[in-house]
């Protein structure tokens, strides 16, 4: 049996989606099959609205609808903290944990293999941010992979030029985590951190 | 922080599949906007176009985007052998298992409780098939649940009256599955069911 053409094809593209297997494709395409007509369309048209309408912002690189972003305009965050993350869902995970400064987002998946991802990593927002001389302290949220070390090193040599003080997110124990289950280079970094309990 | 209407919007959308929760629609989200625009739209248009052009073939139910579709038009297929199915997902089942016969699609998820749900079942496409004359047997495929038995009951009173055969799919262990891990109401439709080893 083959699949009508248009489904088939609707399959295909829906396994573009990370995480969508062929299975999973298949059950979403018959689902949205089912769907009421105008249902189908508005998820359809929201995807086309939403490629339309957003784009990096042009002071942080944060995904935004209006130019500059709602927090880069917003004048009750700090100005003096400037989180440097890897992409747009960083920004939501810091915001979600109550972080409420600045943001340069590099937006970019580095290869540490592919030498041309190194000589075109734009770092002209960090640099223009760094000049404004508002910036007391870059906070790196890098992925702890090798790609984010490496990519930490590069820029805390170059907010370092600006005397600017420069840190990163602490390694250790996630909350909830046992300590049995720990990888030992996490737990090395736990035991390193290791903070007095003050009473 | 508020995210940007449009991809708040396309989030929201996304939810509405199967499976896909506040943080996979998220997920979603920021990667369709991370795509070429030409990629992204070919997944809102692929998803347009299936809707458009593809319906409930008229003889059988199945999903197709010609009239009749491709199985009921295959002089190759028994046409003695007539399957009913729940809804589409389950003939793509049936076709990887080797059938190759009719279909009857009910694509009806009938929930026991709603009266209205049984005086609308439509049981016109199964009723044209036996009234054609040409089948002589028709496999119960619906799912083993309490709903999937009691519309086997009901479909098997049609069929009987014009003195068709039926039949359903035989309850048992999955292959691969461990006997321990069985429940007893499967192991013992197993036990029931067993078959001699013929050497």
Known sequence: MRLPKP????????????GIGPKN??????????LPQGEAEAIAEAILEAKKRIFPCPQCGNLTDTSPCSICTD???????????????DVLAMERAGYRG???????????MDIQDWANMDLSRLKSRLKSGKVQ?????????????????????QAMQFGVRVTRLAH??????????????????????????LT
């Open 25 to 34: 494709a298949q059950r979403l395409g018959l689902f949205l099959l089912r």
């Open 75 to 89: 004048e009750t965050r700090r100005q003096d903290l400037l989180c440097v993350t890897e992409d747009a869902s």
């Open 102 to 112: 600045q943001y340069v987002v590099l937006e970019k998946a580095l290869n540490l």
């Open 172 to 197: 250790g124990l996630p909350v909830g985590g046992d300590i049995q289950f720990a990888d030992e280079i996490t737990l090395r970094q736990a035991l390193e951190g290791r903070k007095e309990i």
């Open 7 to 18: 489904l088939e094809h609707l399959i295909e593209q829906l396994q573009k989606l990370p």
């Open 137 to 157: 302290e870059v906070i790196l949220a890098l992925n702890p992979d090798i790609d984010g070390e490496v990519i930490s090193r590069m820029i805390a040599a």
